[in-house]
Nanobody
């Protein structure tokens, strides 16, 4: 059974930072591309960042480039999302996903999702 467990969300002021973590079990992590998606209230889920299993490449949506960094630790079956310079519009539930498609204007993820962790950016 595949499980993804996110943590690290919370309330932060604009301009602040948070680091999200996701521990994955039940899959061969080294061979699995992992991504972070998010869903804001009243909006559709959207891709944020992906970390490839093939060559370690990382991909980001334009609205987080330069502010967010995705990384993975294959020895710990974990993926992280370092979020800096947070903005109120980054407020959302953030999800860890397996095997996302991180190309084009609309990324997708149809396999496994975690339960999500809430990130709220507010003064």
């Amino acid at each position: 059974q595949v499980q993804l467990v996110e943590s690290g969300g919370g309330l932060v002021q604009p301009g602040g930072s948070l680091r999200l973590s996701c521990v994955v079990s039940g899959i061969t992590f080294d061979y699995t591309t992992i991504g972070w998606f998010r869903q804001a209230p009243g909006k559709e889920r959207e891709g944020v960042a992906c970390a490839s299993s093939y060559d370690g490449s990382t991909y980001y949506k334009d609205f987080v480039k330069g502010r967010f960094t995705i990384s993975r630790d294959n020895a710990k079956n974990s993926v992280y999302l370092q979020m800096n310079s947070l903005k109120p519009e980054d407020t959302a539930v953030y999800y860890c996903v397996t095997d996302p498609v991180c190309i084009g204007p609309r990324w997708s993820a149809r396999n496994h999702w975690g339960q999500g962790t809430q990130v709220t950016v507010s003064s």
